[in-house]
């Protein structure tokens, strides 16, 4: 039998009479590669940062089984400023040393062994403005593995990665999946590659429309929390051609 | 030079200098890293309205400017937390609001008050035996968290949501951090004067962060010119009879001028 890792029950949330998410039901399981897919405003941050435990006065439950490591958007950064990857990566050990102790030469060897297995502990002291999209990406990684967790949770990483740079990365998901038991989580606008790599959907629009297996996914699904924006394309050896339209 | 360190007063005024000079400095690090050049120009112009309170009352100034300064680090902190308003909508409200009041109660005072000219620029006459008692705790305290609180302050200046996330708290820091500004400002216009105290909270930050590597070596760059800059300001301002405030803030415009030039010149090398 496998075991849950994250329930979510009636869980819903609104902020200044704006409904962001509503009767949110879902059960994630042990070493599940989960992807949420759903439009710009469909509700995908705001379920993070509940999972994460950045947002407070929402209803209904969440229950998390285990440790959470997080890799964010690649949103904007300081390119000046004076901090190394090193010590970006021991961040995600602060709370094994808490308030008012330095890192040791344990915490240390930790993250150099993850930033080893993701190869960018030649990079330990460049600065993290110095990086590029693709090692950054992996700096996140290791920041969000460096402790151990149970769960990993990505926010759109392929944003500023080139494609290679991206497959590689989804292989490494893939493999921290299944060689580790990580339970992943990925959130993304790539259905392509959400449909690669995960084994289950869920489809997300304020609420949640479906959450099954990746193989049983069909056009009906899209059609509920994309409405009428969806185009959906194939592309082999010949020009792009649209094979589906939603309207 | 050595007929300077005669006088009690320059001694007074040299030693609250490099106090201020080097608290100034180090949080200017964190200021400039976190994007807060407002925080400084609030402050100081905050202070304004708690300076006029006292001298229209006959308070003790030193104290009632430091709780300006607490009720102005409080009103940001929980006005930008509760209700959602831009931390900086909140500096500019109170800002305006503490100088309006500082007039008023300036012109309800009878009589001529020279010295508030002191305090808008600085005075060297000005400082007292107290005053380093206060920036002597101050420095302390600044210098004291700094070592022990160095990487929640390098995590809150680098990133607040990730900082957060993995478990630094910062709304705690954020809280000391605003609080020990607005004390370093009030507690700093007599030599540096409130007009110019920003300057001291931006520009040793910003010629620090052009060399350093890493935050540490921020710290002890931006130290070394607010302790240059501070001693030489007041040293000129001395020799040439004007206030503290203005040859400070030149003095440090003098360095920084130099800094982006060799920066320049460095840069271009390298390519």
């Not at chain 1, 299944?178 to 489809?203: R, W, Y």
Request: hydrophobic share 45%; proline share 2%.
């Amino acid at each position: 039998m496998t075991e849950t890792i994250i329930r979510a029950k009636n869980v819903g949330y609104e902020t200044e009479n704006t409904l962001i998410l509503k009767n949110i039901n879902f059960e994630i399981s042990k070493k599940d590669f989960v992807g949420i897919i759903g439009p710009n405003g469909a509700g995908k941050s705001t379920l993070i940062k509940i999972l994460l435990g950045e947002i407070e006065g929402y209803t209904g439950d969440v229950e998390i089984r285990g440790k959470i490591g997080y890799v964010p958007q690649h949103d904007f950064i300081d390119k000046t400023f004076p901090i190394s990857a090193l010590e970006v990566v021991l961040m995600g050990l602060y709370k094994e040393t808490g308030i008012l102790r330095r890192f040791k030469k344990e915490h240390i060897n930790r993250a150099l062994e993850v930033m080893k297995i993701l190869e960018i502990d030649k990079l330990k002291n460049r600065k993290v403005g110095k990086l590029s999209g693709g090692e950054y990406q992996r700096l996140m990684l290791s920041r969000a593995l460096v402790s151990g967790p149970d769960i990993l949770i990505l926010d759109e990483p392929e944003a500023g990665v080139d494609k290679k740079g991206q497959k590689l990365f989804y292989n490494l998901m893939k493999k921290l999946n299944e060689e580790q038991g990580i339970t992943v989580i990925l959130v993304s606008h790539d259905i392509s590659m959400i449909f690669s790599e995960t084994n289950k959907v869920m489809c997300l629009n304020r609420t949640l429309h479906c959450h099954k297996n990746t193989s049983e996914m069909n056009r009906d699904d899209f059609k509920k929390i994309y409405s009428d924006s969806l185009e959906m394309l194939v592309h082999i050896d010949e020009p792009l051609k649209v094979v589906s339209r939603n309207d | 030079m050595t007929e300077l360190f005669s006088y009690d007063f320059m001694v007074y005024a040299v030693t609250a200098a490099l106090l201020s000079g080097i608290s100034c400095s180090v949080l200017s690090n964190y200021i400039v890293l976190k994007k807060m050049e407002f925080i400084g120009d609030g402050a100081g112009h905050t202070a304004f309205g708690g300076i006029a309170l006292a001298i229209l009352m006959g308070w003790n100034l030193n104290l009632v400017s430091v709780i300006t300064g607490v009720i102005f680090a409080l009103s940001i902190y929980f006005v930008s937390k509760k209700q959602k308003v831009n931390e900086n909508s909140i500096i500019g409200i109170l800002l305006s609001l503490s100088m309006a009041l500082g007039v008023i109660f300036i012109s309800l005072k009878k009589g001529y008050t020279p010295e508030i000219d002191g305090y808008l620029f600085g005075d060297i006459l000005m400082v007292s035996e107290t005053d380093i008692k206060i920036l002597a705790v101050v420095f302390s305290a600044i210098i004291i968290s700094v070592i022990l609180f160095n990487k929640e302050l390098k995590y809150y200046a680098f990133n607040q949501r990730m900082a957060k996330i993995y478990g630094v708290p910062v709304n705690a820091v954020n809280f000391l951090f605003l609080l020990t500004v607005s004390v370093v400002v009030v507690t700093s216009v007599k030599i540096i004067g409130i007009i110019l105290v920003t300057a001291l909270l931006l520009t040793p930050g910003i010629i620090a962060k052009m060399w350093a590597g890493t935050l540490n070596h921020m710290i002890i760059i931006s130290s070394v010119v607010g302790t240059v800059s501070s001693v030489l300001g007041i040293i000129a301002a001395y020799y040439f009879n004007i206030p503290p405030g203005p040859s400070i803030v030149v003095t440090m415009f003098g360095f920084f001028l130099i800094s982006f030039l060799i920066k320049n010149i460095y840069t271009k090398i390298k390519k």
